[in-house]
């Protein structure tokens, strides 16, 4: 497991994509990276986390985040527009920063080897319920002209069902559940890799680093643990 990511000094960042030139990653709780936080914090945030990866702090993209399945796309050329209400984003531009946060929820990093291009998703148990990932998928196919053989997708720290008990009605709707006692407990993560496995893109393109967000020892903030506006940042940058 400890091959799919290397420690940083603020972030995990994510190896199958640092093979590609890359920048996949997600910060530590030692950075708060929400958006109750002053502007001028973030910015000079960002610029802690960017710098080093020569991103203009003009050419960084975040989200407002409503748990939809609205996806942002962001074509090379555009102007960059002051966040976007949408649950995922899509670009095929250089050294920009596309950013979503997340504390538990599902973030999903993809990127299409051949048309060089990245999408990152913001997929908790409402954006898994529709289908989040599998209409960025085909958002990649239609505007950007991807194949799914040539995408590589990984799904980053998220709450994971050692920690994820959920109420009974969610068997309703989601496979990957399993009961212990009275309890059920929601493996997201799986349900969230059927869905990319659903879109045609191979299994062994397929990665999961394995943390929980809960409760591994690397540190990120937890909503289900510590009932927290606090989040951790997710980013890609194509060099
Ligand atoms: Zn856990």
Redesign the pocket.
Known sequence: MDNLFIKNKRSLLFSPFLKENVAAGMTYARLDFSFERDNNVLKRLYGELFRELYVNPKRIISLKQTHSDSIFIFKNGASVIDTPEADAIITDSKNTAILIRVADCVPVFIYDKAKKTSALVHSGWRGTQKLIVVKVVKSMNDLFGSCTQDLIALVGPCI?D??YEVSNDFKDNFKNISKIGNKYFLDLPQEVMMQLSCTGIAKENIFDCGV?S??SSYGFYSYRRQKTARRNLCFMVMK
Do not use: H, L, P, V
Request: proline share 0%; hydrophobic share 0%; net charge positive.
């Open positions: 994971r050692c920690c929980c809960s409760c």
